[in-house]
């Protein structure tokens, strides 16, 4: 009963808590803001991402599609949370040679962290990962962000499955990428 009128006042004064990612989900130094963009992770002086959670760095060797790589190593990953149209099929799915040319110019050849939620791997034996640039830069995220793929939640690996799905609900608001180009 106490609390109501602080509650009241800061509401009043605009002073809010700072949005967290998920509107309540774990916070692990992504921020959600209004639109469901995530915020770039704080850098240090040399432009790196300071990483306040668990990553492994490593060098993408080559992209399979717009959301499997190799890494160095020979380890191929799959990113969580997302789909994109597949090169595999005959005859390619729409979007498919978009997507994975997206991802090409985001990762290949550069150095990525590779960050878990709670599986390792999937029943294809590949790395399942969150996926940043050292820069800070989201890759799953921008990818969804961009419409060059889809949100696709697989539990348990759930993280940012509500900031995907905002952003693919924004994607396809504004008719950006598969969602101008292909009949869904």
């Not at 009043?12 to 309540?24: E, K, N, S, V, Y």
């Not at 099929?89 to 090409?104: D, G, I, L, M």
Request: with cysteine; aromatic share 8%.
């Amino acid at each position: 009963m106490f609390l109501l009128p602080i509650l009241l006042a800061l509401l009043l004064t605009g002073c809010t808590a700072p949005l967290r990612q998920d509107w309540g989900q774990a916070w692990d130094g992504v921020i959600t803001i209004l639109r469901g963009e995530p915020a770039p992770l704080p850098v240090d002086a040399d432009g790196r991402a300071i990483f306040d959670f668990p990553v492994e760095i490593v060098r993408v060797e080559r992209v399979i599609d717009g959301d499997t790589i190799v890494v160095a190593g020979g380890e191929r990953v799959r990113y969580i949370g997302m789909d994109t149209p597949e090169m595999g099929t005959h005859p390619r799915e729409c979007f498919a040679e978009q997507s994975t040319a997206k991802n090409a110019e985001l990762v290949e050849g550069q150095e990525v962290a590779l960050r878990m939620d709670v599986s390792e791997r999937d029943r294809y034996k590949r790395l399942l990962r969150y996926v940043y640039l050292l820069d800070g830069t989201f890759v799953n995220a921008a990818l969804v962000q961009q419409g060059y793929a889809t949100a696709a939640t697989f539990p348990p690996d759930v993280l940012f499955s509500t900031t995907f799905t905002t952003l693919e609900q924004e994607a396809r608001s504004a008719g950006v990428g598969l969602w101008g180009t292909c009949a869904r």
